[in-house]
C-alpha cells in the first residue's frame, strides 16, 4: 500500500474536479492518506474520503486534538517544538507526512508559502506529487528540487522568499545557487 500526502492552502473551500478524481482513485486503489487537520484543503480533502467511508486515513495535527478530524480517524500528535507558533507550529507535523509518504497530492492556491514547502520536502526525498495549481489552472508533478524551482518560477519571487523563510536550514540548502 502506499502512503499519499494531501495536502494544501488552507484558503483552498473547494477542490478542483480532477483532484477529486484523483482522491476517488486513490480510495479505489486502497492507498493510505496522510493529511493535515487544517481549514482548507486539508479539511475538503478529509471531507470527501469521509464521504467514501474510507478507513486508510491517518490525520496529523500539533495541537493536543486535531482541528478536523472529519472521519474519526487515526490522529498522530506530532508536538511542534516549545515556544513555537504560527507557520512554525505546524512544520514538524508536515516534516513527519512527508518522510512518511510515497507520494503527495497537493492543492495549492498559487500562493501559500507552507503548501511550496510541502512539495519541496517530497521533491527533496525524490517522491512525486502531483500540484493542483489553482492560480493558473494547471496541474503538474514535481520528481526533484529542479521541478520544484521551475513550479516556483511561476509563482515569483515574493512567494520564493515567504518559502524560504519556512524552510530548515538543511532544506534551504537543497536549493541551487
Not at 473547494?14 to 492518506?33: C, F, K, M, N, S
Not at 511550496?116 to 520536502?121: F, K, P
Request: net charge negative.
Amino acid at each position: 500500500m502506499s502512503m499519499i500526502f494531501i495536502g494544501g492552502s488552507r484558503e483552498i473551500f473547494e477542490l478542483p474536479e480532477p483532484a477529486i478524481a484523483r482522491i476517488g482513485a486513490i480510495v479505489a486503489a486502497e492507498h493510505g492518506v496522510l493529511v493535515g487537520d487544517a481549514s482548507g484543503a486539508d479539511a475538503e480533502a478529509q471531507g470527501l474520503l469521509a464521504g467514501y467511508k474510507y478507513e486508510h486515513v491517518g490525520v496529523f495535527h500539533a495541537g493536543k486534538e486535531p482541528h478536523n478530524n472529519l472521519g474519526d480517524w487515526a490522529a498522530y500528535h506530532v508536538p511542534s517544538p516549545g515556544g513555537t507558533h504560527g507557520s512554525w507550529y505546524d512544520a514538524a507535523k508536515d516534516r513527519e507526512m512527508a518522510r512518511r509518504a510515497d507520494f503527495g497530492m497537493m492543492v495549492w492556491d498559487g500562493a501559500s508559502p507552507g503548501t511550496a514547502v510541502n512539495v519541496l520536502r517530497l521533491a527533496i526525498a525524490n517522491k512525486p506529487c502531483v500540484i493542483y495549481d489553482l492560480a493558473r489552472g494547471r496541474m503538474a508533478t514535481t520528481y526533484n528540487v529542479e521541478d520544484w524551482c521551475a513550479m516556483l518560477r511561476h509563482a515569483g519571487s515574493d512567494i520564493r522568499r515567504q518559502a524560504e523563510a519556512r524552510m530548515m536550514p538543511e532544506e534551504r540548502l537543497t536549493l541551487p545557487g
